[in-house]
């Protein structure tokens, strides 16, 4: 968490229905829609990341509507499930959690669905579970090419403020999206950005909806209040996020992102390891899973590097724990910040007794240091 950011969170907690807060919530709901590289309107809700994918579908569908989704990994099964529960009918099409969605699929599927049976895709943009992103502007151009009216709901959690995503350009009609990872802020915000296409859909969908309603919150927004009390703080935090991203510069942070996800994957070819993504095409610029040498146990590794180094790598997640680790590298994070991280897990596949070969950090340290020969973008 940055300290421009945690600064900002400790500021004492204004009136939320006061002229002061209508300047914080214009200048937060305006920055996010820079952010998210949109016109239409953005609703925050105080809630982790699956209350805003709960908002994304009951704000747009009805009980029986179809929907069209990937299992790309942990994240796409726990969205699935979601959308069962509210009785929509998932079509659910397996994946092997190495490969992002493949537009081609998509595009099949559509055509197929002569009827327009399938209200909605949703699809993950980047899977936190596996490291592989899956192309949205490729889903989109899909969609496109069978003509079909389904609506495009996207889970960019992992990638807001790390990798490149274009709400508008893209044709996602809703985006969904929280505080704790690119936005380098707490848990505790949950985001949904909205096309027209979604708020025209809101008007007849027909899923119960009360404290996730975007008419609303979008009416009160306007003035920069909100419909419920507000997370004073956190939106404190989330004006200095914005801030920080739009100093660096959105192509800048995005770059940033792909430099870091190319030095680990060296530190990991350099390891001789395996990465879990199989599309480079798909690699992620914000994580990294590594899969573990047959007969060692990723959770057993992780403990050794947590209690020896203090550094807590990422789990696998469902069908893949103890199988795979995962070395998150975005948000604040700088390349000497990947450089210990890369150090932190060379020093713990050796003390851990993991076969691996040597030469994973200079590897990445030798591309960083080429890397930093670059101009920035502007
Ligand atoms: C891609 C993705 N989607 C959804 C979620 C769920 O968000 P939350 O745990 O904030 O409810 C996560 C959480 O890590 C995630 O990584």
């Known amino acids: 968490m940055p300290d421009r950011i945690l600064r900002a969170i400790a500021q004492p907690t204004i009136d939320h229905r006061g002229p002061a807060f209508a300047l914080l919530g214009r200048e937060v709901l305006d920055g996010l829609q820079r952010v998210f590289q949109t016109r239409g309107p953005v609703v925050i809700y105080p809630s982790s990341g699956t209350g805003a994918w709960e908002a994304a579908f009951v704000n747009t569908l009805s009980a029986g509507d179809k929907v069209l989704m990937f299992e790309t990994g942990h994240f796409a099964v ?36 002569r009827g327009g049976a399938i209200k909605a895709v949703a699809v993950v943009h980047n899977e936190t579970s596996t490291g592989v992103t899956t192309r949205i502007a490729g889903v ?62 809101s008007s007849s969908a027909r899923l119960p909806r009360s404290y996730w309603d975007w008419a609303p919150m979008i009416k009160n927004n306007a003035a920069g209040f909100f419909t419920t009390t507000p997370a004073t703080n956190l939106l404190y935090g989330l004006r200095e996020a914005v801030r920080m991203l739009m100093d660096e510069g959105l192509v800048n942070v995005f770059a940033r992102h792909r430099r870091f996800g190319e030095a680990t994957r060296r530190a990991v070819a350099g390891w001789e390891l395996e990465i879990l993504c199989a599309t480079p095409e798909e690699y992620s610029p914000a994580l990294t899973a590594v899969v573990m040498p047959a007969g060692h146990d990723a959770d057993a590794f992780r403990a050794i590097v947590l209690e020896r180094f ?69």
């Open 140 to 201: 989109r151009r899909a969609m496109d090419a069978a003509r079909h009216p389904a609506l495009l709901l996207v889970d960019a959690v992992s990638s807001l403020g790390s990798i490149e995503y274009r709400h508008d350009e893209w044709g996602a009609d809703v985006t969904v999206s929280s505080s704790q990872k690119g936005m380098m802020l707490p848990p505790g915000l949950g985001f949904n950005a909205i096309s027209e296409k979604a708020l025209a859909a």
């Open 310 to 378: 203090d550094m807590s790598l990422g789990a696998g997640l469902g069908k893949l724990k103890g199988k795979v680790f995962r070395i998150g590298h975005l948000g604040d994070f700088n390349d000497l910040m990947l450089a210990g991280t890369l150090g932190g897990v060379e020093m713990g596949l050796a003390a851990a007794e993991v076969p691996f070969a040597r030469g994973g950090v200079t590897a990445a340290l030798d591309y960083l240091a080429s890397e930093a020969r670059r101009p920035a973008l502007t």
């Open 78 to 113: 726990l969205w699935r499930d979601m959308a069962a529960r509210f009785g929509l009918h998932v079509d659910f099409v397996p994946g092997d959690w190495r490969h992002g969605v493949d537009p081609a699929l998509v595009e099949q599927k559509l055509t197929e669905d």
